[in-house]
């Protein structure tokens, strides 16, 4: 997901960044937007990347914490336990 999001965002910099130097890209890929459309692609990519980033990061965060816990993590910083010893 993470990679997908990173290429999708330097797509939209290349668009943003092209569209300022006079250059289409969507035009040259043979795809005409219309002009209100074509206005804002750019921003739509790299909103499209950044979400695409955040949602693959969620899963990464979650599984190391489920990882410590099926290795008894909790009971090494001295938690009693289910028997209250």
Same mark, same amino acid.
Do not use: H
């Given at each position: 997901?993470?990679?997908?999001?990173?290429?999708?965002?330097?797509?939209?910099?290349?668009?943003?960044?092209?569209?300022?130097?006079?250059?289409? +890209?969507?035009?040259?890929?043979?795809?005409? +937007?219309? #002009?209100?459309?074509?206005?804002?692609?750019?921003?739509?990519?790299?909103?499209?990347?950044?979400?695409?980033?955040?949602?693959?990061?969620?899963? #990464?965060?979650? #599984?190391?914490?489920?990882?410590?816990?099926?290795?008894?993590?909790?009971?090494?910083?001295?938690?009693?336990? #289910?028997?209250?010893?």
């Amino acid at each position: 997901m993470k990679i997908a999001g990173y290429l999708i965002i330097a797509f939209g910099l290349v668009d943003l960044i092209g569209s300022y130097a006079g250059f289409d +890209l969507w035009g040259s890929l043979g795809i005409i +937007l219309p #002009e209100v459309i074509w206005q804002f692609s750019s921003y739509c990519e790299i909103a499209l990347g950044y979400f695409l980033i955040n949602l693959g990061s969620r899963g #990464e965060e979650e #599984e190391p914490a489920i990882a410590e816990d099926d290795q008894g993590a909790g009971l090494a910083d001295g938690d009693p336990g #289910e028997d209250g010893e």
